[in-house]
């Protein structure tokens, strides 16, 4: 596989075109990579903002009326409601889990069934969120179950 990269003009819009033979699961996986790597939330933490890409964000939760961003080191308020999040990132391998809460496909480790038809994901920094019964069939169309 060759990989180029070319310099452009300001003038001209940049834009990443791959050129395969077959559009497989491993291309689909690498554009949707892409396009969640253009994705950038501003997190309030201590009277900072900070720019999260959506790779390093590993779920979104609401509590009390203020939805947090969870990512490796710490939890930053966004000031977007839980639906608007949900519509920004649903083409970005991100689902609801429950009426609180969105996570990142990409940040889960693995998923057991839990009681009374609820799913348990495990993330790969070890935290586990409940996925809600109505939402395990989302779960598993996201994960290809």
């Known amino acids: 596989m060759k990989i180029s990269i070319e310099q452009i003009d ?3 819009e940049e834009e990443i075109l ?9 291309v689909r996986s690498l554009k949707e990579k892409l396009k969640a790597e253009s994705i950038v939330l501003l997190g309030y933490h201590y009277d900072r903002v900070h720019r999260i890409k959506l790779n390093d964000i590993y779920y979104f939760e609401a509590v009390d009326g203020k939805v947090f961003l969870y ?17 920004m990132c649903k ?13 990142n496909i990409a940040k889960i480790s693995h998923v057991s069934p839990s009681f009374s038809g609820r799913f348990e994901a495990t993330l790969i920094n070890g935290e586990r969120i409940m996925i809600s019964r ?11 179950l």
């Open 91 to 103: 083409e970005k391998k991100c689902f609801r889990a429950s009426k609180s809460t969105i996570i």
């Open 10 to 12: 300001q003038t001209q």
């Open 18 to 26: 791959i050129r395969c033979h077959v559009i497989n699961d491993e």
């Open 134 to 144: 109505q939402y395990v069939p989302a779960l598993k169309s996201s994960l290809g």
């Open 71 to 87: 990512a490796k080191d710490n939890v930053y308020e966004v000031k977007h409601k839980l639906y608007e999040l949900e519509e």
